[in-house]
């Protein structure tokens, strides 16, 4: 198993601005999943892309996956105060159900 | 509320003490993941059962940490012998086989040792 490596680690930015977030993995994968964690809702999986999508939308959130760079992005679009958490991005390649985070990126959305 | 539940929610111990959490999970949920987590990092894996049976466990599983799901429901996971560098906050998550692992994790407990 991988873990990603998220980037920047750290973003502040003010409400209503869109965050984005970079992922980078090394090895093929299935799929990759985003999670969330804040001190309110604990970690939460916000959005699964697969290997063969490109794209991926859920409310607010706009996920963007390139496999030949081995790449995600993660775009938080009108960001709210209740968006102030830790973001995690987790390559799942099968083989083994374990979940690998690395550092996340923590988000502060200023109000 | 049917989401993940763990108790206690928060544990302080002294050191050489013995501490037992527990897990339960979504109740149609047969994969159960227990994670450790220090203050700014990720989780780390500890342990998974599907069904009652552990089928992965972590290296950093050491022989003081012990994890049951008897009968396939609840979980524990023993820590013997507490050490001050098992001060952290367990996780537990469930997820349902055949999905894409999307694994649906408890508020956890925050351990601290003495």
């Known amino acids: 198993s991988q873990q990603g490596e998220e980037d920047p680690q750290a973003l502040s930015i003010q409400e209503g601005e869109n965050a984005t977030m970079n992922c980078s993995y090394k090895t093929s994968i299935n799929n990759l999943q985003w999670y969330r964690q804040n001190s309110g809702r604990g970690l939460v999986h916000l959005i699964l892309i697969r290997s063969n999508e490109r794209e991926k939308h859920s409310g607010r959130l706009r996920v963007t996956l390139d496999t030949s760079k081995k790449s995600s992005s993660l775009l938080i679009t009108a960001s709210r105060a209740a968006d102030t958490a830790s973001y995690f991005c987790?390559?799942?390649?099968?083989?083994?159900?374990?979940?690998?985070f690395g550092k996340g990126t923590k988000l502060t959305v200023n109000p | 509320d049917t989401g993940v539940s763990q108790d206690p929610r928060h544990k302080i111990t002294k050191r050489g003490q013995n501490v037992t959490f527990r897990c339960d999970p979504i109740s149609e949920h047969n994969r159960l993941y227990w994670y450790r987590q220090t203050l700014g990092q990720g989780p780390e894996f500890l342990t998974y059962?599907?069904?009652?049976?552990?089928?992965?466990k972590s290296r950093l599983l050491s022989d003081r940490f012990s994890a049951e799901r008897p009968k396939g429901s609840f979980s524990t996971l023993e820590i013997q012998r507490t050490e001050q560098g098992d001060s952290a906050m367990y996780l537990c998550a469930s997820s349902l086989q055949g999905s894409y692992n999307e694994q649906f994790f408890g508020p956890g407990t925050r351990l601290t040792v003495l």
């Open positions: 059962f599907q069904n009652e049976a552990q089928l992965e």
């Open positions: 987790v390559p799942r390649q099968g083989g083994s159900e374990k979940l690998v």
